[in-house]
């Protein structure tokens, strides 16, 4: 965050130093996304088999998975299909660890969907998921509130078993971080003109 706030800082004074600061991070982001994106002739027979029988013809993403959290797993598949979102993580021997499709209300079983009826009154439903993992189905809502992103997920009996809160920053307080780095700014001024007035007096006694 720290490194963030000095390069606005940098780009407000010094535009092409905050670019240069910027280049080494970019190229480094840019390799890296290079090394991780695949096709799947790249890809272990195995692993592009199981991919194509799941995702069809669609056109599909993939990429190395780097999730330490899910440690067989070796490679993340995406792909986009009747307007719905669909994701699937795999081993490297081509085994579905874990699968996310995206899928309307009404493709949810009932419980689920009056689960999700009584969620929709704190906001506004933007994205449902079923997600197949270790032969169990779970369902995750997203929904857009009034103090930010809000995620919450359901088995599928509609027993609420994990959320999760993204709060959106109030706007007084980027008003006065904003109003605190301004401070910080004039404060520097104010310093360096400060010491120009002594050296001023000290030439006038001369």
């Known amino acids: 965050m720290q490194i963030i706030q000095y390069l606005i800082k940098l780009m407000k004074f010094h535009p092409i130093l905050a670019l240069a600061a910027l280049l ?9 996304e290079e090394e991780n994106e695949l096709t799947l002739d790249k890809l272990p027979a195995k692993v592009a088999e199981a991919i194509r029988t799941t995702a069809g ?9 780097d999730d330490e959290a899910k440690a067989p797993a070796a490679y993340k ?4 299909q009747d307007g719905s979102k669909h994701e699937i993580t795999l081993g490297a021997d081509g085994a579905i660890l874990c699968r996310e499709d995206g899928i309307t209300q009404a493709a949810a ?14 906001g506004t439903l933007k994205e449902i998921e079923k997600i197949t993992e270790n032969n169990t189905v779970s369902y ?10 809000l ?16 709060k959106k920053k109030d706007k007084e307080e980027e ?14 001024h104010g310093d360096h003109d400060h010491d120009g007035g002594h050296e001023d007096d000290d030439d006038d006694e001369n």
């Open 77 to 80: 598949a995406e792909w986009e």
């Open 140 to 149: 995750e809502a997203e929904l857009k509130t009034a103090d930010g992103k």
């Open 57 to 65: 013809q669609a056109e599909v993403e993939v990429e190395k998975a």
């Open 109 to 122: 079983p009932a419980p689920v969907q009056a689960a999700l009826q009584e969620l929709a009154k704190s």
């Open 175 to 188: 008003d006065d971080d904003d109003e605190e780095d301004g401070a910080d700014d004039d404060h520097g």
């Open 24 to 32: 080494p991070s970019l190229a480094v982001a840019k390799e890296h």
């Open 151 to 166: 995620e919450v997920k359901f088995d599928a009996a509609g027993k609420e078993i994990a959320r999760k809160i993204e």
